[in-house]
């Protein structure tokens, strides 16, 4: 079992709608990650959270430290979300350990 | 303020030689990382370094990986006698401090034919 699980790995979208993807963790973490890989490969870091809740435009981010889970939602979806989103754990000495990446597709 | 610059973007190489792909962290960054993907797999975390010294290179293939952070100039990621299944992207990493937020570089797509 990876020590991060991300759910679910493919996630086809129509434009509007209300985007959920889950990660769920089994190690201890000082922080957790969200990052976005875009179709060209690059990767751009979204969201540091080690309690609650944090948005940035029409991104939330949400963690439960006790549940060791988290969320990522994308509010009022657009064709440009469409990207590969992963979650990473910060485990001791800093090292990120990455969940598989859930496939975003948002369609006009 | 540029963010973390990687060279070369893509590197070819024939099985044998070797690989030296470079990371110019954010200015003000001491701290460096190192992450493999491999084609079609998740990111895999490989070596952790601070100026001068290795933090944590628990992610390293144990032979012909070798990575430094010198005092002066970027950090070297070094493959030698490159085989097949390095083929990969390679990303770079930076942060100002220890469990801080993590700026990633464009990745060094590295071919070897």
């Not at chain 1, 020590?3 to 957790?32: D, K, M, R």
């Not at chain 2, 003000?28 to 001068?52: A, T």
Request: charged share 20%; hydrophobic share 30%; with cysteine.
């Amino acid at each position: 079992k990876n020590e991060v699980e991300q759910s679910p790995q493919n996630l086809t979208a129509q434009e509007g709608e209300f985007i959920t993807i889950n990660c769920s963790y089994s190690v201890g973490i000082s922080a957790l990650h969200w990052l976005q890989q875009h179709p060209g490969g690059g990767i751009v870091s979204l969201f540091m959270l080690s309690s609650g809740k944090k948005k940035h435009g029409r991104l939330i981010a949400t963690i439960n430290i006790q549940e060791k889970h988290s969320s990522l939602h994308i509010t009022a979806s657009h064709p440009r979300d469409s990207a590969v989103y992963i979650c990473a754990v910060g485990t001791s000495g800093s090292r990120l350990t990455f969940g598989e990446g859930t496939q975003l597709t948002v369609n006009p | 303020n540029a963010g973390v610059m990687q060279n070369p973007r893509h590197l070819v190489r024939r099985r044998g030689q070797e690989a030296r792909l470079r990371c110019s962290p954010m200015k003000g960054h001491s701290h460096v990382y190192w992450y493999r993907q491999l084609p079609e797999e998740g990111l895999k975390f490989m070596v952790y370094l601070q100026k001068e010294n290795i933090i944590d290179e628990s992610g390293m293939p144990k032979e012909r990986f070798s990575a430094e952070f010198p005092k002066e100039g970027p950090s070297i990621l070094r493959i030698q006698q490159v085989v097949r299944g390095d083929s990969a992207a390679y990303f770079c990493a930076s942060s100002p401090f220890n469990d801080a937020e993590q700026y990633f570089g464009p990745g060094t797509r590295l071919t070897v034919t």
